[in-house]
């Protein structure tokens, strides 16, 4: 009797265990593609021509706010879970966006020719790579933005390069990232503008990320607890490899930019993420 008790508390204990260990990973449910604005849309864009610093512009890849003036987005919105991960090659076609309105300057591929910057993906191409249209959607200059190299090639790509870590364990991420401000330092010096002054150099270069397990109905699955990454970086050469030297709250960012971000999140749970600064792993 004693031995057989013995065993059923064990195994009892193992079963507990298992129950509790279990509860702590993410829901192993299946990656979907979901909606690029779930989570709000910022600035209130609308696909609309006269609305010309804030126009919407909607791909199956990635959604966007554009500014003709400044012949960059304002921010791109888009989700990531490993649905959007596949084998496409680089397809490396950097090309003008025909799908603007009417009459508006088009930024090509060599706008940024000799200017010292680099042309910085918002969505990178390395999220969306389940298909060659998909991935080749990442080059058009409307997803672009002029972006120090050091930050582009290092901050940014080590940033981009973890986002996909937590993609791998099972977790979809919803990114928002864009820019403010006028003037950075690149690889050739500060410039405000380049390109003839039909691109604007932003000085600010920002992102916010939503970690959730796998699953549906996302706005709705976001808590208090929800881990939401916010960084704000210089657009600068001499700008820090290490992104989470440059952390804030979603909180800072809406001051800086002016916008209401994740404002499909119920407000109780927006107010207490937004004015946290995530201190979790940065690698
Ligand atoms: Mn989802
Ligand atoms: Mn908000």
Redesign the pocket.
Known sequence: MFRVDNCRVGLLLSIALLSACTEQEPTPLAATRDGHLAL?NPSGAVADAAQYGNYLLVKPQYTLSYHRDRGTPNWVSWHLSSAWLGAAARQDDFRPDNTLPAGWYQVSSSSYSGSGFDRGHHCPSADRTGSVADNSATFLMSNMLPQAPRNNQQTWANLENYTRTLVNSGYEVYVIMGSYGKGGTGSAGYAATLNGGKVTVPTRIWKVLVVLPNGTGDAARVTSSTRVIAVDTPNDNGVSPNWGSYRTS?DAL?AATGY????A?APGV?ASL?AKIDNGPTQ
């Open positions: 709000g979603v809406e209401d971000l994740l404002s999140v927006q937004e």
